[in-house]
């Protein structure tokens, strides 16, 4: 049986830059970068970690697919609802007018 920590952490500081980009196939798509900066709230199993480079690294990791699905799931939820909550087509609008 493997033993999963659980660890609660907050997310203090976000920053993210988002850019539209067109191939030469003509083709639309945003890359959305995040960086975010947080600390662990919460240690829910009895275990001391030394907080050495992998295990930083594996934290790292997890928040990244955590984020990367909350994202995901904004961002169909909206299609879902045939929405532009996130002001898309305004930001290509002012980054790319001529497109």
């Given at each position: 049986?493997?033993?999963?920590?659980?660890?609660?952490?907050?997310?203090f500081e976000a920053q993210s830059?988002?850019?539209?980009?067109?191939?030469?196939?003509?083709?639309y798509r945003l890359e959305?970068?995040?960086q975010a900066d947080?600390?662990?709230?919460?240690?829910l199993c009895p275990t001391d970690y030394v907080w050495d480079g992998e295990l930083?690294?594996?934290l790292n990791q997890?928040?990244?697919t955590v984020i990367?699905?909350?994202?995901?799931?904004?961002?169909?939820?909206?299609?879902?609802?045939?929405?532009?909550v996130f002001g898309f087509g305004n930001l290509l609008y002012r980054k790319k007018p001529g497109e």
């Open positions: 049986m493997s033993f999963y920590p659980r660890i609660g952490v907050e997310i830059t988002l850019e539209p980009v067109i191939s030469d196939e003509g083709e959305l970068f995040i947080g600390r662990i709230q919460d240690q930083v690294s594996s997890c928040l990244t990367r699905n909350e994202v995901k799931d904004s961002l169909e939820q909206a299609q879902e609802l045939g929405t532009d």
